[in-house]
């Protein structure tokens, strides 16, 4: 995970990319922050992001779209 703003690196896992590798990324994620509800994520699309973040970080929200590609 890395801050959008200043580009630190919060939490890094390696390994195959499965819901394993996720939990511990979340997991590590949520004890370097001070307030992990208030995050922004980023992913590549796996389900396993979007199924695995309510129970790391709370309820997600998510915007309207304003597109329809993107």
């Known amino acids: 995970m890395m801050d959008p703003a200043g580009k630190l690196i919060l939490a890094h896992q390696q390994g195959r990319r499965d819901e394993e590798l996720i939990r511990r990324l979340y997991a590590d994620t949520v004890a370097r922050l001070a ?9 590549d699309g796996a ?8 129970e790391y970080f709370g ?3 998510q915007p309207a779209r304003q597109e329809t590609q993107g």
């Open 47 to 54: 389900h396993s992001y979007a199924s695995l973040f309510p």
């Open 59 to 61: 309820v997600p929200y």
């Open 35 to 43: 307030n992990p509800h208030d995050l922004t994520l980023f992913t």
